[in-house]
């Protein structure tokens, strides 16, 4: 069902259409005439509740937590959700601990495209070359799939043959999406609904990746040869495509094309820019310092940009690689925006399990001078606690919706005011209750158009399965993809309401907002409730995104 | 990997710092070693073993290459600081292998004594190493997993022949049962040629 307030906006081809409303403006007269939420006379009022033996509010099992906690049933379990149609009443996958659901690496290896259950896969992607011979596969061993790689090649040299491009098939439930890159051919199979923008643009991250392991120079290997194999350069990949393959369903970034910071305290991020700023004088063409996926500061050299999606490439590269865990790394790296032809050298240092610092340079004989840099980085950063504030706002996790402050109100807030450590056991959860934050609002995404900067809620009840954020992150992919879509025109607003969330989508020049809320939420409510939001986010901003200077220039 | 230097060290952008510049003595000998091999031989497990005494069965493949040191002391009461680069085997990274041998001091050349392909590719490394090495340097060949002797298709003739003919020393080892891995070390300390005193 679809709740319309304005009919002559619909847009047309999409089967659940969007209705655009006239959302209030974001403006200090509108939160002025706001009384504060009566119902809500803190927003805390609301406090989490989930299965006490899920204490995790931290976000997706993508953050990955310890994997040796996961058996192989649940390994199993998970990915049964592949093929298995997605259903609300399917409970079975709520006993799965949201900490271990997932484990890197490539999977069901002895399937072949006459196994049923490769057949029933919901999402295959494949690479192959323009002569047809795999490259990747997500599911099953190339080589057994030689002869359906084939296929792919003849249906893309057919149409080509007609000087015209095939982009997207269906095929019943079915989409069959297409990308030509040169001489390679990338496509993915899928009947999860998603947008074909999506897919596309998930074919072109593993593009991307492809790329940052081999340089586009590899084209030359085909003009060489257009036989070429080139398996034998992507040996042991698989834990970079499979875990970047697994970020599509849970790592916002991927779609957003932004990236996202740890929340720290002003002085502390400022504390580890200033480090970082330091070495970058010395020839350090880019210094990243990260927690998990999430950046802790980072600094270009003068002119030297860093697109978002270089650095989610670049940090999947990393964070799949058990081998940078072990010991510091120097390799070889090319990041596709910033120049797909040639590698830039990277070294790669864990200071911990989670944070990690990775300077890259032009210069192939540069190691002993950025080792000499992370010594100078890691004192400094040891010095000023900026290591253990970060493990304290891991342990923290970022903008909790209970924690919703009313409007209006004075004085600045902090993140960390007045809430438990999402880990601590005193933050008592009422199980089988789903009530979430102010006006059921579940869970939002904000994404700064000018910072190209994410910061999104963390998860919790009701959204505490992993099962429950792929299909809120897919719905926010799709809201995206409509929102996004040139064909349509600009869109400032949407009001989605389905049987699983009412979904409110506001974008403006400086941001967009998507929150997701209860199905049965009061829409004026929701949206008065997206307005405290943008004031809590610019509340918090110094904590939640990196400021100053633009982070890629200085 | 405690040099404590506050300062960056005008000479150290190269990657062959350790064995080309001072910093050594006769009794304190600082070198620069490099691995090289098929994927899959067992060079980390080599090195971690030598350098933690860890081993660990599942295999991580390693990206680009990854640094360790590691120090012996030998009886003749002098040190020998192994500053080593484990370089990854796979066909994508050996254009680049040069960027990690150049200015080693030692090579330690690894396969996997249960294939044959490995010791071809092992080969092609000694080979490699004699056209664009350094002139000096110090090989080891070494026929790593020599706990699995049933599976055994490299024998022990063919590596100490090939050894041999090209002026190497050669070890199995095993590092999962950490069979002969500071004997490889040792070894090789105590072929470095010695600085003179100065």
Sequence with gaps: MSEMSSPDTLCDSDPDPPIRLDLPPLSASLFDAEPPDPQQPNGSALRPSSDPSSPSSSGYAGERGSSTATSVSQVEEVLHHEIEEISIHDSQSLSIDSHASWLPGKRHNDEDDASISWRKRKKHFFVLSHSGKPIYSRYGDEHKLAGFSATLQAIISFVENGSDRVKLVRAGKHQVVFLVKGPIYLVCISCTEEPYKSLRGQLELIYGQMIVILTKSVNRCFEKNPKFDMTPLLGGTDFVFSSLIHSFSWNPATFLHAYTCLPLAYATRQAAGAILQDVGDSGVLFAILMCRHKVISLLGAQKASLHPDDMLLLVNFVMSTESFRTSEAFSPVCLPRYNPLAFLYAYIHFFDNDTYLMLLTTGSDAFYHLKDCRIRIETVLLKSNVLSEVQRSLLDGGMHIEDLPPLPRSGSSHLSQHRLPSDSPERLREPNCAVGGAAGLWHFIYRSIYLDQYVSSEFSSPINTPKQQKRLYRAYQKLFASMHDKGVGPHKTQFRRDENYVLLCWVTQDFELYAAFDPLADKALAIKTCNRVCQWVKDVENEIFLLGASPFSW | ?198
């Design chain 2, 1 to 198: 990997m405690g040099c404590g230097s506050s300062l960056p060290d005008r000479d150290s952008r190269q990657l062959g710092r350790p064995s080309e510049n001072g910093g050594q003595d006769a009794k304190n000998l600082r070198v620069k070693l490099v691995l090289l091999g098929d994927s899959g031989v067992g060079k980390s497990c080599i090195v971690l073993r030598f350098v933690r005494g860890q081993f660990d069965p599942t295999s991580k493949v390693t990206v680009g290459a990854s640094f360790l040191s590691q120090t012996i002391a030998l009886q003749d009461s002098t040190t020998v600081k192994f500053e080593i680069w484990d370089t990854a085997g796979q066909e994508r990274y050996a254009a680049l292998a040069p960027l990690y041998y150049r200015g080693a001091a030692v090579a330690v050349i690894v396969y996997d004594i249960t294939s044959p392909e490995s010791f071809s590719k092992a080969q092609f490394w000694v080979k490699e190493l004699q056209k664009h090495g350094s002139p000096d340097i110090v090989m080891a060949l070494v026929g790593n997993k020599a706990d699995l002797l049933e599976k055994r298709e490299v024998a022990v003739q063919d590596g100490t022949e090939y050894a041999e003919k090209n002026g190497m020393f050669f070890i199995e080892t095993s590092a999962k049962t950490a069979d002969n891995i500071n004997e490889l070390f040792e070894e090789i300390a105590k072929r470095l040629p010695r600085p003179a005193v100065s």
